[in-house]
């Protein structure tokens, strides 16, 4: 089974995690790792993430759901509720969002250039639900209307969601390019127990 980092502070080398003070953040501190990479403090696989209710319609093309926070998370200031929806634009397009229920965050005032046009009968993708309790999802290829290829996939025990600190933990496939704010000689990214930054 695999491991989300519980410490990404490590990652900078000087704020390492002690048993204890893994402990006293409610994750788990196993020594035992087969590549340096693996993270030694990692979130549990249960009581942990939020749990999602139905589903539901919310619009043309677009579905929504109440999360649950589910346990404590790591960081403190967790929202006890979130709203996960869905929207689906064209062929080519599938925005997830997970919000406050009371949608009263910033928001930074870009232009996103949405297609205008909804989501057809010829899409080339596919949202599955895999769990509820606690939640994941992942989003498959589909090639006309077969379910195929699968390019993203959370950690059913993954989303945090607190004040000044949204994480989210996907697998993703080994041939990503350009991912991630960082310099590096090739595009092609490491998605072994990997941490890029998306958002500066």
Same mark, same amino acid.
């Given at each position: ?5 519980? =410490?990404?502070?490590? /990652? +900078? +080398? ?10 006293? !953040?409610?994750? %788990? =501190? ?7 990479? %693996?993270? %030694? ?5 249960? *009581? ?6 139905? /589903? ?17 998370? @790591?960081?403190? &200031?967790?929202? @006890? ?19 406050? %229920? $009371?949608?009263? !965050?910033?928001? @930074?005032?870009?232009?996103? *250039? ?18 509820? #309790?606690? /939640?994941?999802?992942?989003?498959? !290829? /589909? ?8 390019? =993203?996939?959370? $950690? ?6 607190? #004040? ?9 496939? $080994? ?8 310099? &590096? *000689?090739?595009?092609?990214? #490491?998605?072994?127990? &990997?941490?890029? @930054?998306?958002?500066?």
């Amino acid at each position: 089974m695999s491991r989300v980092d519980c =410490w990404p502070e490590r /990652l +900078g +080398g000087h704020d390492l995690p002690t048993m204890y003070s893994c402990r006293a !953040r409610n994750c %788990v =501190w196993d020594e035992h790792v087969s590549h340096p990479d %693996v993270p %030694v403090c990692y979130f549990p696989h249960n *009581n942990t993430g939020y749990t999602m209710s139905s /589903l539901d319609p919310d619009g043309p093309n677009a579905y929504k759901a109440v999360l649950r926070r589910k346990g404590k998370g @790591p960081f403190g &200031k967790d929202f @006890p509720l979130a709203e996960f929806r869905v929207e689906e634009y064209g062929e080519n397009v599938l925005r997830v969002m997970i919000d406050t %229920v $009371s949608h009263n !965050r910033f928001r @930074p005032p870009v232009p996103l *250039n949405l297609p205008q046009n909804k989501a057809t009968d010829q899409q080339k993708y596919k949202l599955v639900v895999d769990n509820k #309790d606690p /939640l994941a999802f992942s989003v498959y !290829r /589909l090639d006309n209307g077969v379910q195929g290829e699968k390019i =993203w996939s959370t $950690s059913a025990d993954s989303l945090v969601f607190a #004040d000044q600190f949204l994480q989210l933990t996907a697998a993703i496939p $080994s041939y990503v390019y350009g991912l991630g704010e960082n310099t &590096k *000689n090739t595009f092609k990214r #490491d998605t072994h127990y &990997k941490t890029y @930054p998306i958002f500066a």
